[in-house]
């Protein structure tokens, strides 16, 4: 099986980093072929980010020449462009805030969110609204990261979302939180779980769920 | 006051024709200026083109020169791009469809929609979701047109509208039918409203809800 | 364009002071007619005092003589006999409370309420689930006012709705805050607006929307 | 116990009528005491009539010498002037709609209403949603009926109900079919119920939520 | 009238205590008929609980003797095997969260409550949405309560629960609070009700609403 | 990875069939342990079947010797004792009406459900409801299948589901149709999808579904 990994966020380096984790999340099952959006932001933070981001998304897929893969993996939160690029392609699409939910909803009765960027909150609790999982949701925490290229901001990040993660488990008692953002992608793993408690990662629940569409499409 | 009206479309006739029916409805009251997106679709039809539209709006205003319009009308019905513009847009910004409903919410208990387009009734559904005006709307109806600049075919779209207005009547017996989407700007003023019944037009719609919007923020 | 204002609190006074507003708004555009319902309660406060109101409005209308005006606006907040003249009515009728959030809706993302009297927060809740407009609403406070006649009542209800207002844009982040209730007409314009936040007058926002259901109508 | 029926509709034969069902209904475990709104309508048929009996009942009540009933009946289907009443009311208060609707919820998973008026099925829809029992409710149909004080009346009305009841039935499937209204009181235990379906007569609803609410407050 | 109570709690004592309850609310007017689980766990506390409750309830009443009693009271809150019997039951059948819910609505126009159990919160809160209720549900608060056998301890559920039903009364100001659960069945009776504020017995509910079904039905 | 499929259904043939499904499903992949329901019913098909598997799982998964599989199948539709399950297993729970639903609502905007079984609609709406997706599916379509043992009654099953896949292609145009139901499995792969339509199998949903968590939780 091939998928097709779309980073909307034009941001290369991010691209070849989610890359490299697909390809250890799939091993030999799956072959990887990422591609970066050419026009929009380096990193969506706001509703003028998305609509940015699911333009330039339609168009390159429409601009690569045919090609074979068996899904497509849209990398990035939010979701920009993911009703738009479902209705055109010819294989299973998936998001990775959808993705993260529907893993949620089947891993326990609530979740929460972590994600960073000021505005992500409430973008986030329109796309639940959409999908129906609003009740699920018991809150979402933004966490504040400024550039994401330094291993110093690394270090905050997690130390934030750490401390984020912690609060929500204390307050809110859910049962998955899901670690959110392309930008987190892969923090979930370095990361402390409370007791009883699981951390979804969005990527990881992106690349499972391409997974699951890939082999049921098949 | 000066409105900006920004089709979504990529055509400039179609943008002359409704800027036309914006100066005649605001006579002296408004100052109507007009810009079409420069990339996109020439009709707005699918998902993918309202992502097309959606990332072309936003990018035209923000390579506009500043200017000093008092509110935005995007002039496209569905909305491609209305909640990102919003955000961004330091004067009210109104989409053809929700202000369409929002005046129907207050016109009638029930409301119900003609439109162009055979993917339109689900991406509208889309829509009053997220407005939560779902319950309010008895049905939403299609007519099959295809080419609009050919007055043949204005003849057929109104023939069409008004047998899909007339079984509507019949068989929902809504208070209001909004007759909408950019093509059929100007159509239902060509209609026979069935007794009892009003009809809006989604253009006319959003010219009011500019006009309210511009004396409430002024 | 002629519009009957007709307020639902048996208070001569204060229809008085929101029809000289009405004036004030419109200019000579719309030519403004007032009324009062003679029997009810001087402040409408209560579901109870909803339901006689609106049965006064009900009575009021079908007892006035026939006259020619083109659109309604029932001056009171909640909406008492708003369904029901509507129902009845020929020309356009607008509430506050509705109106409000209908301007609301368009203006922002998320909206919050400031309004007199203890019991309005339920009554505006069940108003908002009616009109599906509850998960865009944050939140809704209540300020204490007791008399409205005193200008030094005047001078605490705006230090009470500024507070009101400075703790709804602290806590609850809304882009827009309805400042609500006939009492308060006209207050939101003495306030102070929080940065990035628009304050939205309840009766303005009537006067806005009659006017645009008045010109879709015309 | 004491239960006051107090009739919404200014129809003194039908408040006798149905307080000799009460009557009977009861036995000695209930008096009943029955009044009628001395202003608004015969029969309640339109949000106009609703508003105009909304205000006749609370005004009735707030004018009746003290009295020490255990519960407070409002007899109309709608519900006209429930939550008012509600608000200033010491003792329960029932209204038939709801009654009907609540005993409904119980006896099986799904239920539907015949019921008369041309009005009625959006009316009740709308209370449905402010109930939150829209999606137990498979379809509401309207039975045309005139003149409800003519013996010919009613055995057309129990013809027409009996037609509208076999029709749902077949086409619906529901588990419970409440015959609703005022003026259809009494006529359940007329109808023949198809084969496992039950019948719920509104104001046999109301009578028995009555005696589980004085039973719980006494 | 004869009422059939079972227990779904493995827990004779509590079904004794239950029936002599029931015996002194209903008087003369019904004859209760008690049985217990057989199967399950002595005090429902969870969904696991629950799902082996239901099985067990369903089996045992299919193993009974075919007997002659007019209604069914599932005396356990939450609802153990309340769709599954109601679907099988010839005659009519309450659950206690169910019934006190239903009470609550027609009692007030919000409600909170206050159950034991770490786990209930968000039992409870699903079985809201399934009917329908959630928006008029303040709040739910778990009170801690561990052997409900001693003396000792039914002091500390009465002093726990009066805690919680003040705190509630300020904090949430509901209209109605249900005290529930099998094990607090009649502790409401103890408590004191802050001022305007009815407090309901989910067991007492669930006999009230029995007796009206039974009366409906009958 | 190994995964535990857990049969509701008391028919060890069933068993069988659905555990060679899933490992020709998964090939290498995964292993596959399956074990069959002890009490209950061979074939679930109502509410009250659906309480009594409910409780046999559970205890049946509890009576199990400790083992170390990565995820757990509940291999039933509908989905009895899947949140009690979930409750307490520490791995990940599936449920073939669950991944059906999320992997439909990823692969198109709206779907819809043919299922063998005359109560399975209402039930299968109920958790649509629960699960937030009821606005997403477009209709149930129920196919009568008496003996699913008999070679002839497959052909007439095949031959049912065709037409009623058929049928909802052309009167709902969903995007993608579940064929659900234990007694379904495998049935999809032998029907025709209509064009542009993708059809789902509940068990094949329901092992991507196991895949993608036992992925994810790794």
């Known amino acids: 099986m091939r998928l097709l990994m779309l980073n909307g966020n034009t941001n290369a380096a991010m691209t070849d980093w989610m890359a490299a984790r697909a390809r250890a999340f799939y091993g030999d099952a799956v072959e990887v072929c990422a591609d970066t959006a050419p026009r929009g932001v380096p990193y969506i933070a706001s509703r003028r980010d998305c609509a940015l981001a699911g333009g330039a998304l339609v168009a390159r897929l429409e601009a690569r020449p045919a090609d074979d893969h068996d899904g497509l993996l849209l990398a990035c939160f939010g979701e920009p462009g993911l009703a738009a690029v ?87 008692a859910p049962d998955v939180i899901i670690v959110g953002g392309a930008a987190l992608a892969g923090l979930a793993r370095e990361l402390a779980a409370p007791t009883g408690l699981r951390l979804v990662d969005s990527l990881d629940a992106a690349l499972a769920q391409s997974l699951a569409l890939m082999r049921l499409a098949g």
């Open 86 to 172: 479902r209705e055109v392609s010819p294989v299973p699409v998936t998001g990775m805030l959808e993705a993260s939910v529907l893993c949620a909803l089947q891993l326990g009765a609530r979740f929460s969110i972590v994600t960073p960027g000021r505005r992500w909150p409430r973008m986030i609790e329109d796309v639940l609204h959409e999908l129906g999982a609003s009740r699920r949701c018991l809150g979402i925490t933004s966490v504040a990261i400024e550039d994401l290229a330094l291993p110093a901001q690394r270090d905050a990040a997690r130390r934030r979302a750490q401390a984020a993660v912690d609060e929500q488990a204390a307050s809110l």
